[in-house]
C-alpha cells in the first residue's frame, strides 16, 4: 500500500516528541477537537513539518476548495488539507508535532502509512488523538473527558478505561489500528459536547480537552487563557434559549441528571504524567 505523496519541510531536532491528532467531521462536533490542535499551534508557535497531498485523499465535490481573495487582490484556491506542524516548547515540557484539517473521504489506509512515515522523520514517541462528540452534558457544567488507550499495561497505569466501542468508526479509529505498531503509547481523548447545541465553535469543550491533556501529559496547553471566549459563549447560549420555557425545563433536567452522578477522582497530574514516562522509558520501540 503506497502512502500519500507529502512535502518534507524543514524540521529540527525535537525532544521527545508527542503528536496530537485532530479531525474535522463526524467525531469533531463543534470544532472542539481540531481548535484544541489549532490552540497548542498557536501557543507553542506551530511551523510547517509536512504538506500532504490532498489530490488522492478528497472528493472536492463533498469538500470543496474555496476561493479567497488575498492581501494583494489575486484569487487563491484553498484546497482541503491535512498538514503536519512542529513546535518546540520551553525545555520543560515534550515538543509538539501537530495534525489537524479535513477527514478525508478516501485511501484511509494508505493515509495512516503516511502518518507512519512522517512519525519516523520526526521522532514521535507519544501519540494523542482528540475528539469531540455529542451528548447530554448540559452547558452549565463541566465537559466531562473521557480518556482511553488500547494498550492494557498503560490504562493500568493511567486509571483509564479500554476502548469498548462497537460500530462505524472515523479515521481516528483507523489510524490508532494502524500505528499500534510504530508508536510506544496512544492516548485518546474525547469530549461529551451538548447535544442541543452542536455548533462550532465551542470553547468549553475545547478547553475541557485542553485541560485533560494538561493533566495527563504534563504539558502546557494554557487553556485557562479561553475564559472569555467560554464566558462569551455561555452568555450567547443563555440568550438563545432564555425565551424558550421547554428548554430551559429540559437544560434543568440535565443539570438534576449530571449533578447525581458520581464524579470519578482523577489521579494527581504528576503522578499521571511520571507514569507515562516511565512506561515510555520501558517501552522505547514501540
Do not use: C
Amino acid at each position: 500500500m503506497a502512502p500519500i505523496p507529502y512535502e518534507l519541510h524543514h524540521i529540527p531536532e525535537l525532544d521527545r516528541p508527542m503528536l496530537l491528532v485532530a479531525f474535522r467531521g463526524l467525531f469533531d462536533i463543534g470544532e472542539a477537537a481540531t481548535a484544541a490542535v489549532e490552540w497548542m499551534s498557536m501557543t507553542h508557535q506551530g511551523h510547517p513539518a509536512a504538506t500532504i497531498d490532498p489530490e488522492t485523499l478528497f472528493d472536492f465535490q463533498e469538500t470543496r476548495p474555496e476561493i479567497r481573495v488575498g492581501a494583494n487582490g489575486a484569487r487563491e484556491i484553498h484546497w482541503p488539507s491535512n498538514n503536519l506542524l512542529w513546535a518546540q516548547t520551553d525545555g520543560r515540557d515534550r515538543d509538539l508535532v501537530l495534525l489537524s484539517g479535513h477527514e478525508p473521504h478516501l485511501r484511509w489506509r494508505s493515509f495512516g502509512e503516511t502518518i507512519i512515515e512522517l512519525i519516523k522523520q520526526t521522532g514521535v514517541e507519544l501519540v494523542v488523538t482528540l475528539g469531540a462528540t455529542l451528548g447530554t452534558t448540559p452547558h452549565t457544567r463541566s465537559f466531562p473527558v473521557t480518556a482511553s488507550t488500547g494498550n492494557s499495561e498503560l490504562a493500568s497505569r493511567l486509571g483509564l478505561a479500554m476502548p469498548t466501542y462497537e460500530g462505524p468508526t472515523g479515521l481516528i479509529g483507523s489510524l490508532h489500528e494502524a500505528l499500534a505498531d510504530s508508536v510506544s503509547a496512544m492516548i485518546s481523548l474525547r469530549v461529551s459536547v451538548p447535544h442541543y447545541i452542536p455548533g462550532p465553535p465551542s470553547p468549553k469543550a475545547t478547553a475541557a480537552l485542553l485541560a485533560r491533556l494538561e493533566s495527563l501529559t504534563g504539558m502546557s496547553t494554557e487553556h485557562a487563557n479561553l475564559a472569555d471566549e467560554i464566558r462569551d459563549w455561555e452568555s450567547r447560549v443563555h440568550l438563545a434559549i432564555d425565551d424558550d420555557d421547554e428548554v430551559k425545563a429540559y437544560v434543568a433536567q440535565l443539570e438534576q441528571q449530571f449533578d447525581e452522578q458520581p464524579r470519578l477522582d482523577e489521579a494527581d497530574a504528576s503522578t499521571l504524567t511520571d507514569e507515562i514516562e516511565t512506561f515510555l522509558k520501558d517501552h522505547p520501540e514501540g
